[in-house]
Every structure is written in C-alpha cells, then in structure tokens.
T-cell receptor
Framework: DTGVSQDPRHKITKRGQNVTFRCDPISEHNRLYWYRQTLGQGPEFLTYFQNEAQLEKSRLLSDRFSAERPKGSFSTLEIQRTEQGDSAMYLC??????????????FGDGTRLSIL | GESVGLHLPTLSVQEGDNSIINCAYSNSASDYFIWYKQESGKGPQFIIDIRSNMDKRQGQRVTVLLNKTVKHLSLQIAATQPGDSAVYFCAEIPPAGASKIIFGSGTRLSIRP
C-alpha cells in the first residue's frame, strides 16, 4: 500500500504528558498537511509543509504543538503538556509535486488521541 | 468568515436508489471543490472534484453538480450500495493558496436493505 501512513493509529495518554505522531506521505508528494478532527465534525487545518518548509500554521496550533518535516519526507507532530481538549483524530494528508491548488489531498487513516 | 455547510446531517436511502447529498458554501471566490467519503475509523477518501469553471462532472456512479449562482454543491450517487454507507464531506479550497481545505461538518449516509 503506497498511501499516506500514520503511526500510531491510537494513542492513550494521561493529561500533561507529551505525545508525538508520525506521518509518511505518498512517495514523491512534496506537500504535507496536518488536520485535526473531532467527533461529528469535519477535519480542521492545522499546518502545511512544502518540502521541509512549514509554510502555514492555523491559529488552532497553539504553542504546545510543533510539527517538523526535517528531510522533506516524513513529518512529526508533537503535542506537549496534553490537555483534555486535545483528544481528537489527527489526520495527515499529502498532495503531488508541482501541483497547483486544484489537486486533491490524499489522507491517511489518522492517529486517534485520547487524553485520560 | 468562510464556511462550508451541509443542509442535512443524516440521510437514509433504500439500497438501489439514488442518493443526493447537498452542500452550501459561502466563499464565492472559491475555485475548487472536493467530495470526500469517510468510513468509520478511516481517513477521508477522495471521491470526485470539480473546478469552478465547470457545472457538472461525472465519475463512476457519482456525479457532482456545482451551481455558482446560489453557491451550492451536490453529490449524486447512483444505485446506492451498502458499501456507500459513510460520512460524506464537501470541501472547498479557497483561491488564496494551495494549502488548507475547508471542510463542512458532514452528512451521514445510511443504506436501508
């Protein structure tokens, strides 16, 4: 399967702990996106990378959140000092190289985070 | 602000019938729209897209209609099957850039046998 891969699929942690998620985009996709989805809602944009450069961050991305894409391939999303409100599905998506805005983003199956 | 909304949160359809899922968008400058299907425990799956210079696009068993005059988008699924059960999201990409997709809150489609 050469789709977007996310790890872990599920994460349960205590409030106050740090968590890190990984996303491996579709090979050759130079754009990578992170979204957050809560129950019954559509995904909300968090941040976007083109290659290794983080080009946009949503106001939803507080200073406890940090995302990296050091080599322009996989990406990590870290949440520090987790809070109850961080419980959600964290989705990663990627889109093709040299695409314009009219290209669909392909999503992974997400990491479901539960804060105890 | 920008928003993509859906008229109905749930839709129940008899197996074999056609399904129509509607969506309203507010940003008249948006130039690209996508329908995604999301099954339980999975990420959104691309179904079909349409650019603002088109008013209709057909795929396999699916058709997307775009009415820019009233800022309305619809997804038609022909001969609905049990495997079509999912939450369907319409989404728009604003013209400002290629980054974020703005999703609506979704319509849950259930199929009656």
């Amino acid at each position: 399967d050469t789709g977007v891969s996310q790890d872990p699929r599920h994460k349960i942690t205590k409030r106050g702990q740090n968590v890190t998620f990984r996303c491996d985009p579709i090979s050759e996709h130079n754009r990578l996106y992170w979204y957050r989805q809560t129950l019954g809602q559509g995904p909300e944009f968090l941040t976007y990378f083109q290659n290794e450069a983080q080009l946009e961050k949503s106001r939803l991305l507080s200073d406890r959140f940090s995302a990296e894409r050091p080599k322009g391939s996989f990406s990590t999303l870290e949440i520090q000092r987790t809070e109850q409100g961080d419980s959600a599905m964290y989705l990663c998506a990627s889109s093709p190289r040299n695409s314009d805005s009219n290209q669909p983003q392909h999503f992974g199956d997400g990491t479901r985070l539960s804060i105890l | 602000g920008e928003s993509v909304g859906l008229h109905l949160p749930t839709l129940s359809v008899q197996e074999g019938d056609n399904s129509i899922i509607n969506c309203a968008y507010s940003n008249s400058a948006s130039d690209y729209f996508i329908w995604y299907k999301q099954e339980s425990g999975k990420g959104p799956q691309f179904i079909i897209d349409i650019r603002s210079n088109m008013d209709k696009r057909q795929g396999q068993r699916v058709t997307v209609l775009l009415n820019k005059t009233v800022k309305h988008l619809s997804l038609q699924i022909a001969a609905t099957q049990p495997g079509d059960s999912a939450v369907y999201f319409c989404a728009e990409i604003p013209p400002a850039g290629a980054s974020k997709i703005i999703f609506g809150s979704g319509t849950r489609l259930s199929i009656r046998p």
